[in-house]
């Protein structure tokens, strides 16, 4: 019978308690208000207002929503969930002791023990996790998914962690993005960073605008901006460095302004579209051997020093041997014509390009057209001489011509004097 009459029974309670506060009641018992709030718990909305203030409320559990006062459309599930609130509206707590400090903050969201622990008028934050956003208190428009997540936020704003520890010890830094555990996990006033993968940014503190996408990206960054990292390990070794860009490398801490794409020794080819019909006037693109940097010949005289003239040096150029050949790897044998490194390499040893462990690969053609210029210039120079003595030497054999000319010319005249005095 006491099981037939127990639902009525608390209807009938409910009315009666209509126009004043629910005051404390047995915790297995579930009290309505003409507000649409409801109550199931020790002291769970003991002090709620009934002027119309507070209204659609709901708490389930001891001390829930204990001190709402004329907070609204607020539901709280679990011990002292939303205990502090009192004017908040639309915040949703699940879990011991979640949105506990919650004052004034609206549309908050919290699932998970401790989860926006200390929040007071922060607005629109959503905490799904153990700890989640656990210190936040006026920081609005995070999002934390992942046991500890954002857990040091207190005034950062429009934070997304997603992860273990993801964006940890974040306190003022916004627009960050974190996902994976561990992600961002030192940032503390960064802002607009985005971290995807385990460890990304791991160390990043003051860095601002930077993107890392692999495990252990940007792992050491610590306030270099606007850099990005993607791959396994990309830009790990980054620490204050700016505008650097890093593809499957490790990266060089320290430097700004650096476009790192792969690793040497692993790839060992590189094929870019887009370059082959493309046509464009400028400088050649060269490689160093060694460190695979890419850039142009620097050929203005700041960048030179010991300047001299070659004089001799090309002298040898004549022992070099021009060439054919096709390359073994050219499918269709091509025939190209060149010098043969190794033969260079006795002549000019200065001409031959070599790899990092001194492996002969190729030869620097270019250096030879300045050679080469040398050479002709030198030959010139003997041409000209030679010409000014040919010159000089047409003039002597003129006047020599034409006095030869004059002396036959006397000689013509004096042969028939000449005759008259055979005859005597």
Known sequence: MKTLYQAPLILIGAFALAGAAFGQQPPDLVISDSLANTAMGTNALLNVSLDESGCHNTASGEDALYSDTSGSYNTATGFSSLYSNTTGSNNTASGYDSLYYNSAGDNNTASGYNSLYYNSTGNNNTAAGYNTLYFNSTGSNNTAAGMDALYSNTAGADNTAAGYEALYSNTTGTYNTASGAGALYH????????????????????????????????????????????????GYNLTTGNYNIDIGNLGVAGESGVIRIGTSAQQVQTFIAGINNSTVTGAGVVVDPVTGQLGVLASSERFKTAIAPMGSVTAKLAQLRPVSFRLKSDAKGTRQFGLIAEEVAKVYPELVIRNASGRIDGVRYDELAPMLLNEVQQQQSKIATQSELIRTMQERLTALEGLNRATLTALRKLQPKSELVAQR
């Open 187 to 234: 940032n503390l006033s960064g802002q607009q960073n985005t971290a995807s993968g385990v460890y990304a940014l791991h160390n990043n503190r003051s860095g601002n605008s930077n993107t890392s996408i692999g495990v252990d990206a940007l792992y050491s960054n610590t306030s270099g901006a606007s850099n990005i990292a993607q791959g396994y390990k990309a």
